[in-house]
């Protein structure tokens, strides 16, 4: 669906952001460290994700969290121009509309 750079807050004591490249497609968002697909990405399947949360602006960022289902919460901030939120939370949004579509069918 997507492909660019997000950056995401480390779960480190000082919680720096990292640049990443990200890949939406329709089932999951990956994260790539260093802008590199060729290195091994961390995969977020949407089938994990309860939602997008907590998205505010500044003058230069939106910031947004996703919360998984285990409620762990995964902090990243874009350029105000690039509405990744957006893009996330309908890719997700659609996600989930097919699953309970498939869910219905099969009662």
Known sequence: IREGELEK??????????????????????LFPDGHKRAKGKELGFGSILKVDCVERTGKYIYFTIVTKDRKEIDFRCPDQSCWNASITMALIDFQ???????????
């Open 9 to 30: 807050r480390s779960d480190s004591l000082f919680q720096l952001w990292k640049k990443k490249l990200v890949v939406l497609t329709k089932d999951s968002l990956s």
């Open 97 to 107: 509309n097919k699953r309970a579509i498939q869910d219905f069918k099969s009662r």
